[in-house]
């Protein structure tokens, strides 16, 4: 459940968040012009209050969907994810799994990506005056004073204004969201071939190294990093060797 609320999650955000620029200090007249202008351009783009239209209404069935698709994958998929064999798993999904183990699972999922939006929402409706500042200096950098000037006429116009008040919430219209569906299961489905490149691109590495490799310097370095002491560190990594010990003499 927390792999499948993760990887909507991540979806999410990967729509919702735009990269932006930090602010830099205008060093001229002419640039705090430009970037007046570029804010004026992000006033039009993304009002205050976009993330709680896109929270209230795509939302959720936007999740729905993503969920739903990621639920109807086969289990093979996500077992290919972590890197294990997939040749003894069969052809069921992971909502016929769900259905033995949980069968209020669908349920326990809607109130809690519901939940979660919620949540989400207030955070990011509290990060969103930094956002309007970044994307205004990402605006300010790429396009220049007359083009902003332009931009901004364009804007005030009736179709211009809808236009612009829609562009970053249409990403996640239901159209969208119909071909986003197919996205996930896709990645999944590559996600084996993925791993084996990266294992592939960093074999040549030194392995990473185990606790008993390090120095005590590095031991004693761990310890502050950690915000433990070092006789703390050691007791805890030798209650992790007594659990892994009789796992390996089972197997064996």
């Known amino acids: 459940m927390r792999l499948v609320l993760a990887a909507a999650g991540a979806a999410f955000l990967a729509l919702a968040v735009p990269v932006t620029a930090a602010e830099p200090a205008p060093a001229s007249a002419t640039e705090a012009a430009r970037l007046a202008s570029a804010k004026q351009t992000v006033d039009y783009v993304f009002p205050t209050g976009t993330y709680a239209r896109m929270m209230g209404e795509t939302m959720d ?3 729905d969907s993503i ?4 639920m109807r994958m086969p289990l093979k998929n996500f077992a290919g994810v972590s890197g294990a064999e997939t040749g003894e798993i069969g052809e069921g999904s992971l909502a016929e799994m769900m259905e033995i183990y949980d069968p209020a699972y669908k349920e326990r999922m809607r109130l809690s990506t519901r939940t ?5 929402s207030t955070l990011m409706s509290r990060f969103e005056p930094d956002i309007r500042s970044g994307l205004a200096s990402a605006y300010a950098k790429r396009f220049d004073a007359a083009q902003l000037g332009e931009l901004n006429r364009f804007f005030a116009t009736p179709t211009g204004k809808t236009y612009a008040a829609e562009s970053y919430i249409i990403m996640m219209s239901p ?3 119909e071909k986003m569906q197919g996205f996930m299961p896709q990645v999944m489905q590559a996600m084996p071939s ?3 490149k990266v294992k592939s691109a960093t074999e040549k590495l030194p392995k990473p190294r185990m606790y008993v490799d390090l120095s005590d310097a590095e031991k004693a370095k761990l310890a502050r990093i950690l915000g433990m002491s070092l006789k703390q560190l050691e007791e805890k990594e030798a209650a992790k060797a ?3 010990a009789p796992a390996e003499d089972e197997a064996e």
Not at 67 to 70: A, E, H, K, Q, R
Request: no cysteine; hydrophobic share 50%.
């Open 61 to 63: 069935k936007m999740m």
């Open 67 to 70: 969920l739903d698709s990621t």
């Open 116 to 120: 979660m939006m919620t949540e989400m």
């Open 175 to 177: 159209e969208v969201m």
């Open 194 to 196: 993925i791993v084996e």
């Open 242 to 244: 007594d659990t892994v």
